[in-house]
């Protein structure tokens, strides 16, 4: 186990934030801790605070066209301030939504972020960019966040071109040792490293083998905290030389119709705590998506989701108990 700092950190995670379409109309007429419902709370317990941010933010561009694509995910770029009102440090984006209105719109978009002192990783105004990792600081710690998706190939950046950090999800495949050798010099340079991997197709409650193999491979480069989304679903987590590995942090906010049987409106705040120096304790806020926002499940509904994730959970051997007093999935980092 590594040390890190000597005072006590909660790192909160949430996975995908979706502000476009309709979100974007009711934010016309609401404010901009509309989205968040009545979360914030927990939000404002954590040191700091770590989204997939799945739509570009901004005023200007248009809808993709050079390749095929069915959705396309927009916000005003004045909703920045939908990330600030719930204190955002540092977002990801690496998915299939970034460049969804071109090249003009995300540079404006990542103006738009530095200038509110919101991180980001996973995309940028060339490969070098794309792939340079966020940094934050808290009580001396210095974080860095890495973002990778395997979607979206045509969007990948290249040295001369904008684009997102594209990365085929397969330990055999050669690029993938250009991420490890990232993760092990970016880990040489700060005291702990989060990796975001939006990787996947949608739905399904288990990850392919191949995510198992990626992710646990990032944790022996020297990855901390393997965040994972894309699948729009929660999905089991695995602690991996006592790492935590989230496979899929699910939906968090947005306006999709909801799946009966595969709950995309149901997921969970994430919160890593770390106590004297070593991951302590993994908490599970169980949340569900409604009109708009999102919201603490109520209790009957909490322990429903909180159920699943036991199972899921269990696959991979990972204990996980419900704590009634803070209405929380726990899982002990050992």
């Given at each position: ?37 009545d979360v914030l709370p927990v939000f404002q317990q954590a040191d700091r605070r770590v989204c997939n941010l799945e739509c ?31 204190g955002i440090d540092a977002v990801s984006l690496a998915n299939n939504h970034t460049l969804d209105f071109g090249y003009s ?68 495949d050669q690029r993938s040792a250009k991420l490890f050798e990232l993760v092990r010099y970016t880990r040489r340079h700060t ?144």
């Amino acid at each position: 186990m590594r040390h890190y700092t000597s005072g006590k950190c909660r790192l909160l995670f949430v996975g995908d934030v979706m502000l476009g379409r309709l979100l974007n109309e009711t934010l016309t007429r609401e404010s901009p801790q509309f989205p968040w419902g009545d979360v914030l709370p927990v939000f404002q317990q954590a040191d700091r605070r770590v989204c997939n941010l799945e739509c570009v933010m901004s005023d200007i561009g248009s809808p993709w066209s050079a390749t095929p694509k069915v959705f396309h995910f927009r916000s005003d770029k004045k909703n920045l301030a939908v990330l600030k009102a719930a204190g955002i440090d540092a977002v990801s984006l690496a998915n299939n939504h970034t460049l969804d209105f071109g090249y003009s719109a995300l540079l404006d978009m990542l103006h738009g972020l530095h200038a509110a002192g919101i991180a980001c990783s996973g995309a940028g105004s060339n490969i070098v960019t794309a792939t340079s990792p966020g940094l934050m600081k808290v009580q001396g710690l210095r974080i860095g966040l890495i973002s990778f998706t395997d979607n979206q190939p045509e969007w990948e950046a290249t040295p001369e071109r904008a684009g997102i950090f594209y990365m085929p999800v397969d330990v055999e495949d050669q690029r993938s040792a250009k991420l490890f050798e990232l993760v092990r010099y970016t880990r040489r340079h700060t005291d702990l490293l989060i990796v975001a991997a939006h990787w996947g197709g949608n739905w399904g409650y288990s990850p392919p083998l191949s995510h198992v193999e990626f992710g646990r491979a990032l944790v022996r480069a020297g990855a901390d905290v393997i965040f994972g989304h894309s699948a729009h679903v929660f999905r089991g987590i695995e602690i991996h030389r006592g790492r935590p590995i989230i496979y899929s942090a699910g939906d968090f906010i947005d306006d999709y119709a909801v799946d009966p049987l595969e709950r995309n409106d149901q997921s969970f705040i994430f919160v890593l705590e770390m106590d004297k120096g070593l991951f302590h304790r993994l908490r599970l806020y169980p949340t569900v998506i409604r009109h708009f926002q999102a919201r603490l499940a109520g209790i009957d509904e909490a322990r429903e989701i909180a159920a699943r994730m036991v199972k899921l959970c269990d696959s991979f051997q990972t204990p996980a108990s419900w704590n009634p007093g803070e209405r929380c999935l726990d899982i002990e980092i050992c």
